[in-house]
C-alpha cells in the first residue's frame, strides 16, 4: 500500500552567526542579515518520509511558510526526492509565533486534501520551541509522535514508531493519519541527486514567475503558470486569500507571543593552570578543587 505524506519543513537564520544587531524593533529577526539554510532536524524528517515513501510508494509533499525565498529550499527538496513543493507567502504572515504559523500550516494542509503522515522536526533552530508540530496536529485533531527515532512497521491502518525518552526508549502504535516529529538522530539526510538537480533547477513559484514578467512585455503570466506546469515545475504558491484565513490569526496580529531581547553570549577563558599528568600533578589539581570549594 502506498501512502501519502507531507513534510514541514522551514529555511532558518544560520543562528551560529546570530547577535543582537539582527532584531528588529518588534522582537522578530531580520532574516536579510544572515544566511538562510534548511532547518537540520527537518531534513532529517524529509529523509524519513522519503525512506517510507521509497519502501512503501506514495507521494511526498514538501510545505514551507516563509517569504519568497523560501523557493530555494523546496528546490533542495526536490534535489533530495520531494515529489512537490507548496510554498505559503503572504506579507500578512510574517512575524507569526507557533500559535500562527502552526493555524496557518493547518490551513494549508486542509487544502492540500487527504494525506497519512505529516512528518516535521523536532525543532526550528531559530527558536527552539518544538511547538509548532504539536500545534498543527491538535489544530488537526490528529493523533501524534514525537521524537520519534525510527520507524518500526507501517500497515493499512496503524504504524509502530520508537521514541526517544529520558534514559531510554519507548515504542508507540497509533492509527493514521498522524503527526510525526523526527529527533535528528533518525536519520541521515541524502546527498541531492545530481539528475533531480538538473531537473528542478528551473522549478519557480508564483512570486519567481511575476517577477520574471516585470519589465518584459513578451512574457504573459498566465501562459508562464502553464509552462511550467506542464513540466511539473511550478511551485504552488498559496496566500492568505487562497487559503481564506482569518486575518486576525495570522502574522504578528496573532501572535500573542513576542521576543523581547536576544543577546549574544561569548564564553571567555581567563587564567589557566597546567596540570602535568603525574602522580603530584593529580594532588595539585585536588588542593586546586578544594581551595575553590569546588570539592570540599
Known sequence: MSYRSIVLVKQVPDTANISGQVMKPDGTVNR????????PEDKVALELALQTRDKNGGEVIALTMGPPKASELLRECLYMGADRGILISDRKFAGADTLATSYVLSEAI???????MIFAGRQAIDGDTAQVGPQTAEKLNLPQVTYA?????ITKNKITIRR???????????????????????ATPRPFKATRVMAYKN???????????????LL?????????????LFIETLTMDELAVDAN???????PTKV??????????????????????LGQLVDKLMDDHIFG
Do not use: Q, W
Not at 486542509?110 to 497519512?116: E, V
Not at 527515532?149 to 512497521?153: L, N, P, S, T, V
Not at 526517544?164 to 533518525?186: M, N, R, S
Not at 522549478?203 to 512585455?217: D, F, I, P, Y
Open 32 to 39: 536579510a542579515m544572515l544566511p538562510a539554510i534548511f532547518n
Open 110 to 116: 486542509k487544502k492540500i486534501g487527504s494525506f497519512d
Open 149 to 153: 527515532e525510527k520507524i518500526i512497521d
Open 164 to 186: 526517544k525518552i529520558d534514559g531510554g526508549h519507548e515504542v508507540l502504535e497509533t492509527p493514521l493519519p498522524l503527526l510525526i516529529t523526527v529527533i535528528k538522530d533518525a
Open 203 to 217: 522549478a519557480r513559484s508564483l512570486v519567481e514567475l511575476e517577477k520574471m514578467v516585470e519589465g518584459n512585455t
Open 220 to 232: 504573459y503570466l498566465d501562459d508562464l503558470i502553464e509552462e511550467y506546469t506542464s513540466k511539473s
Open 249 to 255: 490569526r495570522c502574522g504578528l496580529h496573532g501572535s
Open 260 to 281: 523581547f531581547k536576544i543577546d549574544s553570549v561569548v564564553l571567555g577563558g581567563g587564567e589557566h593552570i597546567k596540570i602535568e599528568p603525574t602522580k603530584e600533578g
